[in-house]
């Protein structure tokens, strides 16, 4: 019972991650979605009716009320990206409706999107790229939807597009085999038409979970059926099987980008470019090796995956021939590894049940990163001086001022200054140990400490901070170049199975997601258009880095 409760209560995001979440939906779908999600974000779980009352003081300023029906379709926009979930209620006492939740890290990853593409393109091809572009641009689709997209995108003469839509499906194939793009689950795919069903559709003058919501200014309708209201999501199969591989031309099945897993890829090859920073390229193909082999016989990303030892001779038959290195080679090499101070590998002898080999140390690597990632954040607020106190800190975990002098081998007043400063930024912190029970300064010693998970917390914090004004800067700026107009954001959702995003944030979402760049409009001449480039280039930067330390912050 304890359990069940804790379950129902609702959860709060935190204040900064919450605010950088709903201004990305605001950016990406417009005010309404984005009063939506922060009403979600800020109070947890709510049924459809609880928003429809409450909505109103979540609006964005200068925004028009929400009628009943805006609500409903709002919520199946963020359904239909993932971005929000439904679950039923636990038994207590009466039935209270479907509850509803945000997903504030789907909210983030869209801003890695441009990235998971990239990351795409690179593994399986253009073609495959594709795909994935459609898929994180328009939501939830059938995979027939997808190819056809995907090929249109690729090519608008009739021949060609005959020839994209069976390259298409060879690779939705891949992409399902590698695990990239997986079936929406059968009570995320209900949940649209338990949405489009509710008491709020009656106030759009339609009935059922097919009434369709028509956007102004736009031809495409939503529709619970269109959005796969009924479809049945498959069971959870090996990546690379043949029945896994073949379902994914059922048209009758949603299908969705697996963010969760290119996320992870993503800092697997952030872990590569620190083991080959610190120990050399062979090493980091050897670590990435060991990686591909695990992810190959795993159904899902986690870590168990790399509980089982890898023999040398497994890893030398992975490794590209190119590389010219022979099973004692790569034996040494693991070796090595294992006796370096990161201690990425574990050496295994092995049982009568089960071979010898090395097991990758996926948390020590993720803390490795983490550390390397504090270090760099310390050194750059602070100077290169700080960060060796601050590892040296990190090392001997209790040090006197005077032994991080000497340690450090800096001179005692600068060591003296740049202490302070790492105290006054919360880097580093100070533990009194008292001598006496009195307490008096001349019999107790001084002892600097790193608490890292607060040091995290602190980073995490402040780059939320920076990212929210950084969105907010670049906003104002793509504002400025717009034409007079109404804003592309005020107008009501599309809860569009294609998409559901409003019509003038489509084709900027859209460029940025295949360029990771804002669009360049220089339709008002309110600046020189190469200062207003330069600035988005700037800022996009900037937050492009920051998501990065946010991602490895994750790790």
């Known amino acids: 019972m304890a359990k069940a409760a804790a379950a129902a209560a609702p959860m709060a995001t935190p204040l900064k991650q919450r605010l950088v979440a709903g201004r990305v939906v605001r950016e990406h779908f417009g005010d309404y979605v984005g009063a939506v999600a922060e009403a979600l974000l800020a109070h947890g779980r709510h049924t459809l009716a609880e928003l429809q009352r409450g909505i109103s003081p979540e ?55 441009p990235r998971f593409a990239a990351h795409v393109g690179r593994e399986l091809g253009p073609e495959a790229e594709e795909c994935v572009v459609q898929l994180l641009l328009h939501g939830r689709l059938p995979a027939a939807d997808a190819v056809r997209r995907a090929a249109e995108a690729l090519s608008e003469d009739e021949a060609p597009k005959a020839a994209a839509t069976k390259a298409m499906k060879a690779a939705l194939s891949k992409l399902q085999a590698a695990g990239y793009i997986t079936l929406v689950p059968t009570s995320e795919v209900g949940a649209a038409a338990a949405a489009g069903s509710a008491a709020g559709s009656a106030a759009a003058g339609s009935a059922g979970a097919g009434a369709a919501a028509a956007v102004p200014g736009r031809k495409r309708t939503y529709s619970a059926s269109s959005a796969g209201g009924t479809p049945k999501a ?65 159904v899902g990303y986690d870590a168990n995956m790399f509980a089982r030892p890898i ?69 750059e607020r602070v100077g290169p001086i700080a960060r060796r106190i601050f590892r040296m800190l990190m090392l001997h975990k209790h040090l006197e001022q005077k032994q991080i ?14 202490t302070y400063v790492l105290y006054t930024n919360k880097f580093i912190g100070l533990q009194e140990v008292p001598r006496t029970p009195d307490h008096a300064p001349s019999r107790t010693f001084f002892l600097w400490t790193v608490n890292l998970k607060l040091v995290l917390e602190e980073i995490t914090e402040s780059a939320f901070d920076t990212m929210l004004a950084l969105r907010l800067q670049l906003a104002a700026l793509n504002s400025s170049s717009m034409a007079a107009g109404p804003q592309a954001g005020s107008a009501a959702p599309a809860a569009a199975a294609d998409g559901g995003a409003s019509s003038g944030n489509e084709d900027n979402f859209d460029h940025a997601l295949r360029t990771g760049s804002a669009k360049d409009d220089t339709t008002l001449p309110l600046e020189p258009a190469a200062l207003r480039r330069k600035q988005r280039e700037n800022l996009d930067s900037a937050i492009v880095r920051l998501d990065q330390t946010l991602m490895v912050l994750e790790a």
């Open 59 to 113: 609006r964005g300023a200068g925004a028009p009320d929400m009628a009943p029906a805006a609500v409903r379709d709002a919520l199946l926009v963020l359904l239909h990206h993932g971005l929000a979930h439904a679950r039923e209620p636990p038994a207590r006492g009466g039935c209270v409706g479907t509850l509803y939740a945000a997903d504030a890290g789907a909210m983030l990853r869209r801003l890695r999107f």
């Open 405 to 418: 002098a000497e340690l450090a081998m800096v001179p005692q007043k600068e060591a003296r200054k740049t």
């Open 311 to 379: 023999a040398p001779v497994e890893l030398h038959r992975t490794l590209p021939s190119t590389l010219g290195l022979s099973a004692a080679d790569i034996k040494t090499a693991c070796d090595e590894m294992c006796d370096d101070n990161l201690h990425v590998l574990e050496y295994d002898s092995g049982s009568p049940t089960r071979p010898w080999g090395y097991r990758l140390q996926v948390a020590r690597l993720c803390a490795a990163l983490k550390q390397h990632c504090t270090e760099s954040v310390v050194e």
């Open 234 to 298: 498959g069971k959870k199969q090996k990546r690379g099987s043949a029945a896994a591989s073949a379902s994914a031309g059922d048209s009758d099945e949603l299908w969705h980008v697996n963010t969760v897993q290119i996320t992870e890829e993503l800092k697997r090859d952030m872990c590569v470019e620190l083991i080959e920073a610190r120990l050399g390229s062979t090493q980091a193909q050897l670590v990435k090796g060991m990686f591909d082999i695990a992810m190959q016989a795993a």
